[in-house]
């Protein structure tokens, strides 16, 4: 009941601040199930280390001047153990789409990890702690250092949408890189709050990049209908010249 009674105060709340915080947000938030709840499996502790993509998917549609775009990177946080409506998983949503990109335009991936992992593998506990750190405005500190920048032109940054935000840690990650100079791509994944303003932050955050229109996906989906996901995300990479 006090789970249930949690869930529910957490959609209210994530709409409220979607609609308030409305900078690109789709503020498409409507009545979600209440999250399957099944027993935890151990959080999966990776380094922050960057991995080269598998580019298994050959693509011949890539856009004629992807080539001259430059290397890419794609930075993402996310989480496994329990979420909003698609009960315990063993790969992030985030995670599933930041893949997609990277084997979409051959870039490399960076998964940013939490130094001390201090969030729960239950989703209510993980929102109270997330909504805490928001309150705080902290800056939990991340595991690893990201790869040389120098040598990226452009980066996408995904996270999934927490409280209408960015998670605090991807502050502690724009805050102690200098991103000036480069191209920023934003994606979430979401449960009806969309991009949430994912760009706008992005750009007051690092003023002195580009940053280009970003892509909000279910996280629902991105677990369980990845096909469509993968379009979704060709389309978008290819529209904006990757
Ligand atoms: C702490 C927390 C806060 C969340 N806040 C929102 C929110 O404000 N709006 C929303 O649409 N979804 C919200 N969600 C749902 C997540 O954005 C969604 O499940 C996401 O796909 C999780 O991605 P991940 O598996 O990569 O961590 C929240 C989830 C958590 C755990």
């Not at 080539?67 to 946080?77: N, T």
Request: proline content about 4%; some cysteine; glycine content about 8%.
């Amino acid at each position: 009941m006090k789970f249930f009674r949690k869930t529910f105060a957490f959609i209210i709340s994530a709409m409220i601040m979607a609609s308030l915080v409305g900078c690109g947000a789709s503020n498409e938030a409507d009545e979600e199930e209440a999250a399957k709840v099944e027993k935890p499996k151990q959080q999966e502790v990776a380094q922050g280390t960057p991995q080269e993509s598998d580019s298994s998917t050959e693509n011949t549609a890539k856009s004629e001047d992807s080539e001259e775009k430059g290397k890419i990177l794609v930075i993402y946080f996310s989480r496994t153990g329990e979420q909003y409506t698609v009960g315990v998983i063993d790969k992030g949503n985030t995670a599933i789409v930041a893949e997609m990109i990277a084997e979409e335009t051959g870039a490399d991936l960076f998964e940013v990890l939490p130094a001390d992992d201090h969030y729960p593998l239950t989703y209510a506990e993980l929102t109270d702690v997330a909504k805490s750190e928001q309150n705080d405005n902290a800056r939990p500190e991340y595991a690893g250092e990201l790869p040389d920048l120098s040598s990226y032109d452009t980066i996408f940054v995904g996270a999934p949408v927490w409280w209408g935000d960015w998670p605090m840690i991807m502050y502690t990650v724009f805050e102690n890189n200098d991103f000036s100079g480069k191209t920023l791509v934003p994606f979430s994944t979401h449960e009806g709050s969309g991009l949430s303003g994912f760009d706008k932050k992005l750009s007051s955050s690092c003023p002195d990049s580009t940053v280009l229109d970003g892509l909000a996906i279910r996280g629902n989906d991105a677990q369980n209908k990845q096909d469509d996901v993968r379009e979704e995300v060709i389309s978008w990479i290819r529209n904006l010249g990757y």
